[in-house]
């Protein structure tokens, strides 16, 4: 192995340094220019000023947003939990014909690009109007993305626990029902934390399917935060979205905290 | 020992569709009593424990516990404490909730609870880890903790499965005869499944060979051993020379003085010298490997009609003979035992 004090180590070093940059430089450039204390978007930050936070905490149509999105993403990350979880444990527990076939197909929404998801929702519910515009199609179009999610998490996880653990409870004396809840429920409690996490954010911070599928009344915060940005583009959207990466980081955080622990 | 029948196997058998996993199995384990089910994988050993945990249902015959048929009882009804080769320690819980786990099933109250855990730890040397979770453990440690698990709840019989395939050799040995102490002194009446025949000739009082599903030898380790009932019996359990004896000659013309049919001969009873053969039971070859072994060497010797005697004898044969060197091999005609005539 490459000793970290060797050359080779400090290339390496910098290279992973270089990386980080890279991913949370955009992030860094969005929170510093939500203080500036400038009525324009900008960078380096002039002054220090907290009032594009007071202003966006202050906007009607962020937070009747923030509620919108965070309705939905609860919505989402509950249902994808649900369906994804029973999926997972039909596809590990059981084999059935054509069972790995299935998977790939249960997988294949996660490479899909996410506008043209969205824009075959938009012709398929114009020819079909199953459901009303707004939060129900919303909350089914994101589960086609929430699901796979939750099933690329559980599947591994599900693997991983020993299925002789069911039945060590069942020969000690608890009856299927509780076995699940007293044994294989626990096990599986932080993978499922950790796919609900996942789906919600995604949830949370999804723009296309949204702008496209969304109703204008009732439109999440990354919908009035792209029309925001179109308009007038002033520090209140970074100072909103610095929030939201705030969230989305206590929520991992928390997540990664609890599977620790 | 009483010698009850604490458990009875009446013809139980299990198919997978035209496939027999388990053929009319009879078999009947008295209490205080460990029986092994010996036999290579697919043998049906697994799926016969089983469906005495009540995992498996059996396609037929009756299961009998302490006198009550239990056949059709779901699993968590059922007296067995069973050890799972993974062990299957609930990853979530502590040692000792992993142990108090089946006492709080029975509604056993809180201070006879944590008595009985805390004896059960104590017998298993698992003092300081009762807080520990499983992959905390050292594999030894969580074997320990799977059988404390099992036998705190004091089950009418135990049933093992392959509880030492996940240990190293070394700690294999100790922990078997460990289990083997516990389980005379507690007076456990034990199901026993595992594919190393040394290991069920080290601790059962009796061992039921398996082999395609049915059941091929029951008796004590000297029995199957000394007097195999089938052949399979005596190639699985110890190495075996078999001859098809026929007027005083194996098939392959060595002169045997012993009584017709397919004789055994086991390789430590044969003896190996330098003189030339005369008269049965005695046939020279040339050494073709020796394998010293510290207690012993085993020897393969390429006879002169081309079959590969088995020869195991004292350290010393290592010095008396080379790979090439000439030998003849003797034994007695005690030393060659029939098998039943086979159907």
């Not at chain 1, 509780?178 to 609900?196: E, I, N, Q, S, Y």
């Not at chain 2, 009483?2 to 139980?12: K, M, N, P, R």
């Not at chain 2, 944590?114 to 300081?128: D, E, I, N, S």
Request: aromatic residues 6%.
């Amino acid at each position: 192995m490459t000793s970290l004090r060797s050359p080779l180590g400090w290339v390496l070093r910098a290279l992973a340094l270089l990386g980080f940059i890279y991913l949370l430089g955009p992030l860094l450039v969005i929170v510093a220019a939500s203080f500036s204390d400038t009525g324009y978007l900008a960078f380096p930050p002039q002054g220090f000023s907290l009032r594009w936070y007071q202003a966006a905490l202050a906007d009607a149509r962020y937070l009747n947003g923030f509620f919108v999105s965070l309705r939905l993403a609860a919505m989402v990350a509950a249902l994808s939990l649900l369906v994804g979880t029973a999926a997972a444990v039909a596809l590990t527990r059981f084999a059935f014909p054509g069972s790995v076939l299935l998977e790939a197909l249960f997988l294949s929404p996660l490479v899909l690009p996410a506008l043209v998801l969205a824009v075959a929702l938009t012709l398929f519910f114009a020819a079909n109007p199953i459901a009303p515009p707004g939060m129900t199609r919303l909350v089914v179009s994101h589960l086609l993305v929430g699901v796979p999610m939750v099933l690329r998490v559980m599947l591994p996880v599900l693997r991983r626990v020993d299925p002789a653990i069911e039945e060590a409870a069942r020969n000690l004396g608890a009856s299927p029902v509780k076995a699940f809840l007293l044994v294989t429920l626990p096990a599986l409690r932080p993978g499922l934390v950790a796919a609900a996490a996942l789906a919600f954010i995604f949830s949370f911070d999804e723009v296309e399917m949204a702008l496209f599928l969304g109703s204008v009344r009732d439109a999440p915060l990354t919908v009035v935060l792209y029309g925001a940005a179109q308009m007038q583009m002033d520090p209140t959207v970074a100072a909103v979205s610095s929030l939201l990466i705030l969230l989305a980081l206590l929520l991992m955080v928390a997540q990664q905290v609890y599977a620790n622990r | 020992m009483t010698s009850s029948a604490e458990l009875v196997l009446d013809g139980l058998a299990r198919r997978y569709g035209s496939t027999t996993a388990v053929a009319r199995m009879d078999l009947t384990v008295a209490a205080g009593e460990l029986v092994a089910l010996l036999g290579p994988s697919g043998c049906g050993k697994t799926t016969t424990l089983r469906m005495v945990a009540g995992f498996i249902e059996p396609s037929a015959g009756r299961i009998l516990l302490r006198g009550q048929d239990i056949t059709t009882m779901p699993a968590h009804r059922r007296d067995t404490g069973m050890v799972f080769q993974s062990y299957a320690l609930f990853p979530h819980l502590s040692v000792a909730e992993n142990i108090a786990f089946g006492l709080k099933r029975r509604g056993v109250p809180k201070p006879d609870l944590a008595v009985r855990v805390a004896r059960m730890v104590a017998l298993l040397k698992l003092q300081g880890l009762e807080a520990r979770l499983p992959r905390q453990l050292s594999g030894g440690q969580q074997q320990r903790v799977a059988v404390g698990r099992a036998l705190v709840i004091n089950p009418a019989v135990v049933l093992l499965d392959e509880p030492f395939s996940n240990l190293d050799a070394l700690l294999r040995e100790g922990t078997r005869i460990e289990l083997r102490r516990l389980q005379t002194e507690l007076g456990l009446t034990t199901l026993f499944v595992t594919h190393d025949q040394a290991e069920a000739m080290a601790i059962s009082d009796r061992i039921a060979v398996m082999n395609q599903g049915r059941l091929e030898q029951l008796g004590t380790p000297r029995e199957v051993y000394e007097r195999p009932a089938t052949r399979f019996v005596a190639t699985f359990i110890g190495r075996a020379n078999l001859f098809a004896s026929r007027d005083g000659r194996s098939e392959d013309g060595i002169p045997l003085d012993g009584p017709d049919g397919t004789l055994v001969l086991r390789p430590e009873r044969v003896v190996l010298d330098d003189a030339p053969a005369a008269g049965p039971n005695a046939v020279s070859g040339t050494v073709e490997v020796l394998s010293f072994l510290g207690t012993g060497t085993q020897a393969v010797l390429r006879l002169d009609g081309g079959r590969a005697l088995l020869v195991e004898g004292p350290a010393a044969l290592a010095d008396h003979f080379r790979p090439g060197s000439r030998a003849t091999a003797r034994w007695m005609r005690a030393d060659l035992v029939a098998l039943p005539a086979e159907g």
